[in-house]
């Protein structure tokens, strides 16, 4: 089972996290599913881009970023080459290595 390991982020995961993963499932749902409240305002259709992740390992072991997430991500705050969105970016075999960008692009976060 591959794991994903969370980089400390200031308000979502201070400490950073090491959370089992299941294959096939986004990780956005795993993050979830695992205390950690990241952003996702379009509930995971690809229609936004809140839960923007950088993948620091693991990211050629999954699915390329389709036509909608690439121009979804061409929004991103923070924009690296090896962002994806995480409800769209699939756990594959690999473990992960994954960062939480510190800012988000929400006009309407109830969060803060």
Excluded at 1 to 13: F, G, K, N, S, T
Excluded at 81 to 104: F, H, M, W
Aim: glycine letters at 4%.
């Amino acid at each position: 089972m591959p794991q994903i390991v969370v980089l400390p982020h200031h308000e979502l995961c201070p400490e950073g996290a090491v959370i089992e993963a299941d294959e096939g499932k986004t990780v956005c749902k795993t993050l979830l599913e695992n205390d950690i409240e990241i952003e996702h305002a379009c509930e995971m259709s690809c229609a936004c881009t809140t839960c923007h992740v950088v993948i620091r390992e693991g990211f050629d072991s999954m699915d390329e970023a389709d036509e909608l997430e690439e121009d979804f991500l061409d929004k991103a705050w923070g924009l690296e080459p090896d962002s994806r969105l995480s409800c769209q970016a699939v756990v594959g075999e690999e473990n992960l290595v994954v960062e939480i960008p510190k800012y988000t692009i929400n006009q309407v976060s109830e969060n803060h």
